[in-house]
């Protein structure tokens, strides 16, 4: 049966009391389905209580949105990945655009968050895609695979089996354009390919697009067998509208 990951990146929005009530409206109209599972992406402060919403689910798992390399220590405003796990986190986004774009997140970082997460037991989900000058240029493959070998270069197969590689066109991103389902599958195809060349087991591989998903248009992304799933920002942010979402079957 084709699994399917739904997955919903909150942003800076939704905090603790606001995660409850939307884990109990996002509940009472999604039922646990055997063919897909859904993960949340809360602000960190929202960790642990959208965690605890979920805890009786095994289909719902709860990560941040980001983590720092180091353990612990004085590192001001900064969550590592074993505080996210005591706060009941089980994966973490890294390398989201906002945090390469907005925060000047590199390269190199995204390797050692990769391993900081893999290290303290995260599944990672990393992010990656090109902007719009890039892809104008025809550098979409390149920028994707720059961005592949620098987070995840110097995993092996049983590591990379553990992560999940998001791609997210920069320019689809929160501005209602979105690639069409074969552009995604062509550069899902070549993530897939990088993957298995370095030792994923077959069908252990799990990319995902995300960049201006709705429910109007989810279905026809799905068609592409090349998706395992979506990783969504703002169409997640209402309970009732993300509950029917996750519930889109391919077209
Ligand atoms: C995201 O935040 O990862 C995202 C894809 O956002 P949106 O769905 O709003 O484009």
Same mark, same amino acid.
Request: aromatic share 6%.
């Given at each position: ?13 939704? !905090? ?62 900064? &969550? ?19 945090? =390469? ?24 989900? &990393? ?18 695979? =720059? ?28 501005? !209602? ?15 897939? !390919? ?46 009732? !509208? ?10």
């Amino acid at each position: 049966m084709r699994q399917l990951l739904f997955a919903a990146n909150w942003k800076m929005h939704i !905090g603790p009391d606001e995660a409850r009530a939307y884990m109990k409206a996002f509940r009472a109209r999604y039922h646990r389905r055997e063919d897909r599972e859904v993960w949340f992406f809360p602000p960190a402060v929202s960790v642990e209580a959208t965690a605890q919403a979920t805890r009786d689910r095994g289909d719902l798992l709860v990560g941040t949105q980001d983590i720092y390399w180091e353990p612990k220590g004085a590192f001001t405003g900064a &969550v590592s990945a074993p505080l996210a796990l005591q706060a009941g986190a089980r994966a973490s986004l890294i390398g989201h655009s906002e945090r =390469r774009h907005v925060f000047g997140e590199t390269d190199d970082d995204t390797r050692r968050k990769v391993g900081a997460a893999l290290a303290a037991g995260l599944l990672p989900v &990393v992010c990656v895609g090109e902007t719009l000058v890039e892809r104008d240029a025809g550098h979409t493959l390149a920028v994707v695979v =720059r961005q592949l070998a620098a987070a995840l270069g110097g995993l092996d197969g049983a590591a990379l089996a553990r992560v999940v590689v998001a791609y997210e066109p920069v320019w689809a991103i929160g501005t !209602g354009r979105n690639a069409t389902p074969q552009d995604a599958a062509a550069v899902h195809r070549e993530i897939r !390919g990088w993957l298995e060349r370095r030792g994923t087991p077959p069908h252990a591989a799990r990319v995902l697009y995300g960049g201006s998903v709705s429910a109007k248009n989810a279905a026809a992304l799905l068609t592409e067998q090349e998706l395992d799933g979506v990783l969504v920002g703002g169409a997640s942010l209402d309970p009732e !509208g993300w509950a029917q979402l996750v519930q889109t079957d391919a077209a």
